[in-house]
């Protein structure tokens, strides 16, 4: 008997242990993302940051690989209902997330069901207008920000007795000067359709598409092959011949010949501030996008690249108040402005970058505001506010694609991309049609 009691006992403790830790257990917030090496290492310390601030939810990122890969096993777990609470997907993959219908639960409305305050005059326009509604509603978070920017070799300007360019003449007159002072060529980009179809539009207030670069409307159609950008292209590629000009790859592969000191210019994210300061062994700097003056008298704004945090619905309604939480604590200055200094994203808000400025981080490496100031030069338009096409991420495929053969020699920039707007288009009617 006493065998027995003392078992019952054991048990009883035993059950009361476990039910007071299931009463006590945070309640897991699942965060699917693709960010790698120190940038999966500040996402982790990020949600340390959350977790330590409270007891009822444990935020737990999850690193899924690139942003294609994390948007498909998002997708593919939605359907089989073992989805996360968040997941994080690139601009362009904007238009698949919104098709997606009963999937997402939009920002704008999970914070003001779940009571938690939020007021989207905080975020900087140019941030959050690629991601809102037509009636300036949030769909998804901003979280890792960036724009491209006009990297310079300032040891190499200066031994060639040149400025940082702000026109593209003065491009064209800058990398003269490089490669005449013995530089393997004058300038160089990466993501190349981001940086000279989608944002050179933006910066010189030209529609990459119609229904205001699709975001009225599915059946829109590209307009990218313009006068005006065929012309540039076009400029680019015949600069070749006196190595002005040098392709280096569709993503950043061309990252290496500007850190190395072969081209003395280099147009692409802000967000390699980290890689350049690493690999770089002169002085640099960056500065505007460049102007084209036949094109436009004054530039309007660049737009982001990067990508949002979206929420996914179909779980218990009480696990969104620690979504929404953590948003609202990821948003916050201090935890915006550290993201933004150390990997080169901007802020998302502009107490975040009053924060910085504040701090000395702009005195102390100048430039590494341009991105911010790119972004806030002017209210966004129709034509710079971003761009929402389904299929894009083909899309981009086939630009790049057309864009090569420019380089190559192989098309004139204008037939080009006229052929990449009738490739992109048969694309865009291929999502209409699945998501009529």
């Known amino acids: 008997m006493k065998k027995s009691k003392s078992l019952l006992a054991g048990v009883a403790g035993a059950l009361s242990l476990i039910m007071a830790t299931e009463a006590w257990a945070a ?9 790698g090496g120190r940038n999966g290492e500040l996402v982790n310390e990020i949600a340390e940051g959350y977790n330590a601030t409270q007891s009822e939810y444990k935020v737990v990122p999850v690193y899924k690989g690139n942003y294609t890969e994390t948007m498909t096993a998002a997708i593919a777990a939605f359907r089989a209902k073992q989805h996360p609470h968040i997941v994080q997907v690139f601009e362009v993959g904007t238009a698949t997330m919104m ?7 939009p920002v704008h409305q999970m914070m003001e069901e779940t009571g938690t305050a939020f007021d989207q ?35 190499a300007l200066d031994k060639a007795g040149a400025t940082p360019p702000k026109t593209w003449a003065e491009v064209m007159d800058v990398s003269e000067k490089l490669v005449a002072s013995g530089m ?14 989608e944002n050179f539009s933006a910066w010189h207030n030209l529609p990459i598409g119609t229904k205001e670069n699709g975001f009225t409307g599915l059946d829109t159609e590209f307009t990218f092959n313009n006068d005006h950008v065929a012309g540039m292209l076009q400029q680019i590629a015949d600069s070749q011949s ?25 147009m692409n994210s802000s967000a390699y501030y980290g890689s350049i300061v690493k690999q770089a062994k002169f002085n640099f700097g960056q500065t505007l996008l460049p102007l084209n003056t036949d094109v436009a008298e004054a530039p309007q ?17 009480g696990e969104y108040k620690g979504v929404a939480e953590f948003f609202k604590f990821m948003s916050s200055p201090e935890v915006q402005a550290r993201w933004h200094q150390e990997t080169g994203y901007v802020p998302i808000t ?14 102390k490496n100048p430039g590494t505001d341009t991105a911010i100031q790119q972004l806030s030069l002017n209210t966004p338009t129709a034509n710079s506010k971003g761009l929402r096409f389904g299929n894009f991420v083909q899309v981009r495929d086939i630009i790049n694609e057309e864009m ?18 009738a490739r992109g288009n048969a694309l865009l009617r291929k999502f209409e049609k699945a998501n009529d």
């Not at 309640?27 to 960010?35: D, G, P, R, V």
């Not at 975020?123 to 978070?141: E, F, G, H, Q, R």
């Not at 502009?350 to 981080?361: C, H, I, P, V």
């Open 404 to 421: 090569e053969a420019i380089w190559a020699g192989s098309k004139p920039a204008k037939e080009a991309l006229d052929t990449a707007a």
């Open 121 to 155: 005059a905080d975020y900087l326009p140019a941030v959050i207008s690629y991601y809102t509604t037509p009636d300036n509603k949030l769909l998804s978070l901003p979280f890792n920000s960036s724009t491209p920017v006009l990297w310079y070799n300032k040891d």
């Open 242 to 266: 006196k190595n002005l000009f040098q392709y280096g790859g569709r993503r950043g592969e061309s990252l290496p010949m500007f850190t190395n000191g072969e081209c003395g210019m280099w």
């Open 301 to 317: 704004n660049s737009i982001i690249g990067g990508a949002t945090l979206w929420v996914l619905a179909g779980k218990p309604s």
């Open 184 to 197: 393997k060529c004058g300038f160089s980009f990466g993501w190349q359709s981001w940086v000279m179809i």
């Open 350 to 363: 502009t107490a975040a970058y009053e924060l910085s400025r504040k701090q000395g981080f702009y005195d």
């Open 27 to 35: 309640t897991e917030i699942q965060w699917w993302h693709a960010m």
């Open 99 to 105: 098709a997606a219908k009963g999937a997402v639960y």
